[in-house]
């Protein structure tokens, strides 16, 4: 289930907003150059689908969004929670992190929660099938895919080396409430 919790970055119990609706969603994200957006699911594609089947039955929408962004590489990421490296994998994204061009996301499974760290507050968004998520570049930010990753997500890049983190160093992260805590668009 798609959620948004804005928390002020000094108290990570209480959420000052909390909202399922995705176009409430939008609406406080895009002040900030965040793009949210609900894409119809394509329910022919099976779990285990490979990326060129994935990439094909989304071929328009990111089309559409090469086009608009001027993305030059497009692949598909997908976990499940017998992968033998899921610690490690999900532990690289925990630490807030920024990048030089925008982080675009659209889950075509599962799920996963995004965390912006944006003018003192922090937006968490989880994501589920079927939202597309970009965080713009230079945004501070961290990503949880929970202890047991299980999804599918198609990522949009300008630059063709793809995913390249600047780490911050902050603590921040730790300081928030984890997947666990928040799957299934769960209140804090």
């Known amino acids: 289930m798609s959620f948004l919790h804005i928390y002020h970055e000094a108290d990570g119990e209480q959420p000052i907003v909390s909202t399922h609706e995705g176009e409430r969603i939008a ?20 779990a285990d689908a490979d990326q060129d ?20 590489a497009v692949d598909v990421i997908g976990l499940t929670p017998g992968h033998p490296d899921k610690v490690s994998l999900r532990e690289k994204f925990l630490d807030e992190h920024r990048h030089s061009e925008d982080e675009v996301r659209f889950f075509v499974r599962g799920e996963g929660i995004f965390y912006l760290h944006i003018d003192q507050r922090i937006y968490v968004i989880g994501c589920a099938a079927g939202d597309l998520m970009s965080v713009p570049a230079g945004t501070s930010h961290w990503f949880d895919m929970g202890p047991e990753p ?39």
């Open 27 to 46: 609406a406080e994200l895009a002040p900030h150059g965040v793009r949210f957006e609900r894409w119809s699911i394509r329910p022919d594609v099976a």
């Open 53 to 72: 089947t994935v990439l094909t039955a989304y071929a328009a929408d990111v089309e559409r969004l090469k086009q608009e962004a001027g993305f030059a």
């Open 150 to 188: 299980d999804f599918t997500a198609i990522r949009l890049f300008t630059n063709q080396e793809g995913w390249i983190a600047n780490m911050t160093g902050s603590p921040i992260a730790s300081r928030f409430p984890r997947f666990e805590a928040l799957a299934g668009g769960a209140a804090p």
